[in-house]
């Protein structure tokens, strides 16, 4: 059995214990909710994002020294499916377009995909004699590179091209 004293220093501890709990609990009600929301308002960091796409392509455009509106673009990425038979995914993302540019400048923009870290991928790939594609991938961006070739009024090769730049998530 409990003395007096005991009984008291029961209830003075529960007393402590029941403040404690509802204090944890107001303090947790008053920050948590705030610091749910800015982590939901936090960007994806993963390389994946919309965000980090237009990002890309601006570092794309300055290394290259080319300049041109990211604008939004939908485009057709090639996939092996079962069976080994040919699927395409549309895909929405950022594009540029350079017209009547230099034609070195695709070279330019296929160098830099290769110089960072994104592999060439065959099923987005092609050449013929007067248009090319190149598609690139890293992890989840996918990119195609294509390119047409100029002519002049006596349909005579000229060193111009018209090229676009397309890259999105692939999920």
Do not use: H
């Not at 944890?24 to 965000?51: C, F, H, I, M, R």
Request: glycine residues 8%; contains cysteine; negative net charge.
């Amino acid at each position: 059995m409990l003395t007096k004293k005991q009984k008291g220093f029961s209830k003075v501890l529960v007393l402590i214990i029941v403040l404690a709990v509802i204090a944890g609990g107001v303090l947790a009600w008053q920050y948590w909710p705030e610091d749910l929301a800015k982590e939901q308002e936090q960007p994806e960091t993963n390389g994946s994002s919309q965000d980090d796409v237009a990002v890309l392509l601006e570092e794309l455009k300055q290394v290259t020294q080319l300049n041109s509106p990211v604008e939004d673009v939908e485009f057709f990425w090639n996939l092996i499916g079962e069976k080994d038979a040919r699927e395409q995914m549309s895909i929405q993302g950022k594009g540029f377009e350079l017209l009547d540019t230099e034609s070195l400048n695709y070279s330019k923009i296929n160098s830099f995909f290769q110089n960072n870290g994104f592999e060439n991928d065959m099923e987005n790939s092609g050449d013929a004699t007067v248009k090319g594609a190149r598609g690139y991938r890293k992890q989840n961006v996918v990119c195609i590179v294509s390119s047409v070739s100029l002519f002049d009024n006596n349909d005579m090769a000229t060193n111009k091209s018209d090229i676009k730049v397309n890259c999105g998530k692939s999920e």
